[in-house]
Nanobody
Framework: QPQLVESGGGLVQPGGSLRLSCAASGFTLEDYAVGWFRQAPGKEREGVSCINNSGGSTNYADSVKGRFTIFRDNVKNTVYLQMNSLKPEDTAVYYC??????????????????WGQGTQVTVSS
């Protein structure tokens, strides 16, 4: 059974950094693109960033461009999201999800078939 497990969330001050990890098991991660999503209380889930299977193609939401970086280590079956210059509005539960494709990725939720349980990120002073 495919499984994704996020980790690395926590409480950080504005301007700080966190690195989220998405560890995959039960399937070969290098065969799939992966997306990171987030959902804040009272808001709809939004796509944050995604990466294709090789890591050669990435995409970012406008709200995180220049601050977040997605990358992957297919040997470790893990996708990462490096988050710098964090803002209070980045506070949300962050999820990773497997995309039903490999050579390109998508920031829309549709097309993602397996999701992790989420990790809380709180940006506050």
């Amino acid at each position: 059974q495919p499984q994704l497990v996020e980790s690395g969330g926590g409480l950080v001050q504005p301007g700080g950094s966190l690195r989220l990890s998405c560890a995959a098991s039960g399937f070969t991660l290098e065969d799939y693109a992966v997306g990171w999503f987030r959902q804040a209380p009272g808001k709809e889930r939004e796509g944050v960033s995604c990466i294709n299977n090789s890591g050669g193609s990435t995409n970012y939401a406008d709200s995180v461009k220049g601050r977040f970086t997605i990358f992957r280590d297919n040997v470790k079956n893990t996708v990462y999201l490096q988050m710098n210059s964090l803002k209070p509005e980045d506070t949300a539960v962050y999820y990773c999800a497997r995309y039903r494709g490999r050579s390109y990725c998508d920031l829309m939720s549709r097309g993602h078939d397996y999701w992790g349980q989420g990790t809380q990120v709180t940006v506050s002073s």
